[in-house]
């Protein structure tokens, strides 16, 4: 009988045809993302950088307040205490879509060909009126399964997550099972994704996640992107929110949708494909 011996000297395996093997960081956290579904990461942002987005985020949510009359109208649609596309208020938060660390797990996972879905500062009140503490997919309605991501969340930890705070609760492996499993399941199962401020949990998006209570008596704020491939359309229109910004990068062209928004004709389709293609 013979052992085979992996790369690492810790491990042994016997009869193992097939072994991954990974070259870099970014390979590890998609082997991670691939097999239980998250992984986390650190963004690199210092002290100054998170204030400046806790600063950011607030303010984009008090401008939102003004523009639909309050926080009571956004109660009864349910959506208090979202940010929605941060990007199109404040430029600053393309420094986050466009993150190297966060592109690097994307085009492994994605491919060549994905857009940003939607960006949004998800703000988790004390008070625990918010939805985003019940269990969903980021693709909301979704029971099927793929044998490669759709789509990928990159939700950035902008104050501290722990079990006080309201850090992000994920049932692993869930994004290959097409139901939402039994509650004597998701109580055995469910486990507390515990981050610093800095730190990155980047999951796919068919993962069934929620925030945790938040029992800090102060505003746990994160901002939650969601990359998908083209054939998902945008939550809202980034490139019109942008109003053309950003149009001439080639690299943001693509991941904020430029060259994937609707044509509003045949002849205005044709035009962006021959713009894009160069003839």
């Known amino acids: 009988m ?41 963004s690199g942002f210092t002290a100054e950088e998170l204030q400046t987005i806790r600063e950011k985020v607030d303010a ?28 199109g208020y404040d430029e600053y938060f393309v420094k986050l879509a466009a993150h190297p660390a966060i592109v690097a797990v994307l085009d492994r996972l994605l491919g060549p060909a994905y ?18 503490t019940t269990w969903h997919r980021d693709l909301n309605y979704q029971h099927f399964v793929s044998s490669r991501p759709l789509a990928v969340s990159a939700l950035f930890c902008i104050d501290d997550f722990t079990p006080e705070t309201g850090a992000t609760l994920v049932l692993p492996a869930s994004h290959k099972v097409e139901e939402f499993p039994s509650s004597e399941y998701v109580l ?24 945790g209570d938040n029992r800090s008596g102060r505003m746990r704020r994160a901002v939650n992107h969601i990359f998908t491939l083209p ?43 021959a713009a894009r293609t160069g003839t």
């Open 231 to 273: 054939l998902i359309r945008q939550q809202i229109s980034i490139p019109n929110m942008l109003g053309g910004r950003f149009n001439d990068d080639p690299f943001l062209r693509r991941l904020l949708g430029y060259e994937y928004d609707t044509g509003a004709s045949v002849q205005h389709w044709r035009q962006a494909r």
């Open 188 to 211: 055995r199962h469910q486990t507390a994704v515990v981050a610093p401020a800095g730190s990155v949990i980047v999951f796919d998006a068919m993962v069934f996640h929620r925030a």
């Open 115 to 132: 857009t940003l879905m939607s960006q949004n500062g998800i703000l988790n009140d004390p008070s625990g009126r918010h939805y985003q």
């Open 60 to 87: 984009v949510y008090q401008r939102q307040l003004q523009e639909i009359g309050g926080e009571e109208a956004l109660q009864k649609i349910s959506d208090a205490y979202v940010a929605r596309c941060l990007i």
């Open 2 to 42: 013979t052992t085979n011996e992996s790369t690492s000297p810790a491990l042994r395996t016997h009869a193992v045809r097939e072994l991954r093997h990974n070259e870099s960081d970014a390979d590890r956290l998609v082997e991670d993302i691939r097999n239980i579904g998250y992984t986390t990461l650190s």
